[in-house]
Each structure stands twice: as structure tokens, then as C-alpha cells.
T-cell receptor
């Protein structure tokens, strides 16, 4: 079935460090891929998305490129801030025209000053 | 997000009682979803709706039912609450462009505790 696997956390970084959170997917067809962020006590917010192979989604300094050949959508940021501390979820949707979205288990990021 | 609200935000209920959670949207989106969030599992889909009176099961639908009598409201009912249904419940809405997902907007969640 369709699924998403993302790197286990928690991840702890110092401010201004480089961030990578790995995400790979399994899907039939051609899904859309997403990264969501969840701050404490809140719902998930869409961070970025890509709808076809080789597309790069970007927002707030975060980037992810849809790699069909490696079925991956890794999240990166060149210089993290304390305010980036949150839980990050990789997700896929749109397989076979189905809007059902499947989420990874989430990766908790803590950025220390 | 102001376009989607969940109620209540917190609820404590006893085992065996029915519980209904409400999701209300002002965006006129066609699709609405109920997820539960548990540590180590991410978000798992309970039920979803693709229009008024049109609903379908997700991956963890046992013990839950839903209803959508109006575009703006999607109700989740736990018919007889159990401790395993203690969780945080999120509602989400989405529109669809040519059959592909545009991305979801989530509510702020309902924390349900079954004692």
C-alpha cells in the first residue's frame, strides 16, 4: 500500500546548523508530496509541497525536492533557528486520484541556542 | 486556522459512553477528514468525506462513525468509548484540483481522554 517512512527522531541541533530530515515513500502512481510542521499544542501546518518529479518545494528557508528515481522527499534547511523546533511530518496524497493523505510518524526537532 | 474549528478542544469521558466531536469549516471545501494522532504512529485516517452524505472509511475506522449532513460540518462519533481511543483528534479539509490533493488545512485538535 501507499506509505511514508521518515527518519526517527528526536533530532537535536545547535542554532545555525544544517538540517536534513529523510523521507522516502512507497506508492503506486504519481503522488503529491508534502511536509507539514506541528508546533506544540497546535494542528499541522503545510510547510511545502511538490506535485511532480523534480519539483522543488520551498518555504521559510526549508526545501525538499521530489526525487522519483529514489522515491524520496528529504527536507533540508541550511541554518536552523530555535524557532524551528517542532515536529515535522512527511506525507503523500493524490495517488490514483484519491485525496487520502498518508503521513509518516513524525520527526521531533529541537534547536538549542 | 480561522477557516476550520473543532469542538470541544478537550474532553474527558468514561468508558462505554458515546462521544461526538464536531468539525466546522467556512471554506466550502469538498473534502473533510478525521485523523487521530498517537505517539509513534503519526496521523492515522479514521474516516473521510468527499461531499454531503458521502463518507468512507480510513485505516482505523473500527469503533467510529461519521456524518456529514451539511458541507460545513463533519461529525465524528465514538459509539462506546474505550481507553484505546484516548488520543488527539484532528479534523482537516482540502480542495482538489483536477483530482490531485492541494494540501490539507488542519484544525487545532481535540484532546480526548477516556477513563
Amino acid at each position: 500500500g501507499n506509505s511514508v517512512t521518515q527518519m526517527e527522531g528526536p533530532v537535536t541541533l545547535s542554532e545555525e546548523a544544517f538540517l536534513t530530515i529523510n523521507c522516502t515513500y512507497t506508492a503506486t502512481g504519481y503522488p503529491s508530496l508534502f511536509w507539514y510542521v506541528q508546533y506544540p499544542g497546535e494542528g499541522l501546518q503545510l510547510l511545502l509541497k511538490a506535485t511532480k518529479a523534480d519539483d522543488k518545494g520551498s518555504n521559510k528557508g526549508f526545501e525538499a525536492t521530489y526525487r522519483k528515481e529514489t522515491t524520496s522527499f528529504h527536507l533540508e534547511k541550511g541554518s536552523v533557528q530555535v524557532s524551528d523546533s517542532a515536529v515535522y511530518f512527511c506525507a503523500l496524497s493524490g495517488v490514483n486520484n484519491n485525496n487520502d493523505m498518508r503521513f509518516g510518524a513524525g520527526t521531533r526537532l529541537t534547536v538549542k541556542p | 486556522d480561522a477557516g476550520i474549528t473543532q469542538s470541544p478542544r478537550h474532553k474527558v469521558t468514561e468508558t462505554g459512553t458515546p462521544v461526538t466531536l464536531r468539525c466546522h469549516q467556512t471554506e466550502n471545501h469538498r473534502y473533510m477528514y478525521w485523523y487521530r494522532q498517537d505517539p509513534g504512529h503519526g496521523l492515522r485516517l479514521i474516516h473521510y468525506s468527499y461531499g454531503v452524505k458521502d463518507t468512507d472509511k480510513g485505516e482505523v475506522s473500527d469503533g467510529y462513525s461519521v456524518s456529514r449532513s451539511k458541507t460545513e460540518d463533519f461529525l465524528l462519533t465514538l459509539e462506546s468509548a474505550t481507553s484505546s481511543q484516548t488520543s488527539v483528534y484532528f479534523c482537516a479539509i482540502s480542495e482538489s484540483i483536477r483530482g490531485r490533493a492541494y494540501g490539507y488545512t488542519f484544525g487545532s485538535g481535540t484532546r480526548l481522554t477516556v477513563v
